[in-house]
């Protein structure tokens, strides 16, 4: 069946969606995160072969890095966001692949988007984009999460922004204004495209984190050694806690088919 075409912005913004193929970690350490920040901020400010500014090849309002996929919120500038998105992934999957010796796709084959033709839905978005560390369970507050561009905000008022237009959101509401809503949680009815809405699967990260600290596994593969009942247990358990099987499968090498097949599902 042909893939159905992207629906287009009026105005060229878009909420864009990078996640890794098979919800796979894409960020192993600090260096990895600061390697993709780095390359939206060539996005904002490329340079040609002589180092001389080139125009910038979209505007970013908002992004949040978290271990396994990406949020953008974007505008189309020099060229359409398929190019810029294509670019940007195309140079962390290089990266990656050469530092970590990783083969094949690093990234789900199409990101997803959809488009922002309202102020009202731009400004659900830096709300929803910036918690999104907060619902992963990686972070309290919206202000602990080094990966986001929350910090580009909150310090604009003593520095330039590195990678987002700040300054042009800020024109639209003040920075107070905005931080109590970035602070106040959006409603779980609120309608923002997702990856998996119709389940919010955990992070990887957060998933092992839940099954050593809950468990004392030093390992997530060390669910091997209990019984078959025990085992399905924590499974199930780790379902309700927010993982999805195929996720359950790759960080515990239990095959999809045992998992599936074995009785394990959430229960509540």
């Given at each position: 069946m042909p893939r159905q075409p992207r629906s287009l912005s009026p105005n060229g913004i878009y909420h864009v969606m990078l996640r890794g193929v098979n919800r796979?970690?894409?960020?192993?350490?600090?260096?990895?995160?600061?390697?993709?920040?780095?390359?939206?901020?060539?996005m904002i400010h490329p340079k040609d072969e002589l180092k001389r500014p080139l125009p910038p090849r979209c505007a970013i309002y908002s992004y949040c890095l978290m271990p396994n996929h990406v949020h953008l919120l974007i505008q189309e500038k020099e060229e359409k966001i398929s190019k810029t998105i294509k670019q940007i992934a195309s140079r962390y999957a290089i990266y990656y692949n050469n530092r970590y010796e990783h083969f094949g796709h690093l990234?789900?084959?199409?990101?997803?988007?959809?488009?922002?033709?309202?102020?009202?839905?731009?400004?659900?978005?830096?709300?929803?984009?910036h918690q999104n560390p907060i619902a992963g369970q990686l972070c309290k507050n919206v202000e602990d999460y080094d990966w986001s561009s929350w910090r580009e905000y909150i310090n604009a008022p003593n520095r330039m922004s590195a990678v987002c237009s700040v300054p042009i959101v800020l024109n639209k509401i003040p920075l107070d204004e905005l931080r109590e809503q970035v602070r106040t949680p959006l409603p779980k009815a609120q309608q923002v495209l997702d990856f998996d809405r119709y389940r919010g699967f955990a992070p990887d990260e957060a998933v092992i984190d839940f099954l050593k600290s809950t468990y004392r596994l030093k390992h997530p593969k060390d669910i091997n050694h209990f019984s078959k009942e025990r085992r399905n247990d924590i499974l199930s358990a780790a379902m309700d806690f927010g993982a999805?099987?195929?996720?359950l499968?790759?960080?515990?090498?239990?095959?999809?088919?045992i998992i599936s097949h074995s009785g394990v599902r959430p229960r509540h």
């Open positions: 796979q970690q894409i960020f192993e350490n600090e260096d990895d995160y600061r390697k993709f920040i780095f390359i939206l901020n060539d990234f789900q084959d199409r990101f997803k988007s959809e488009p922002v033709s309202t102020y009202s839905y731009f400004l659900t978005l830096i709300r929803y984009i999805g099987i195929r996720q499968s790759r960080l515990t090498s239990i095959s999809t088919y």
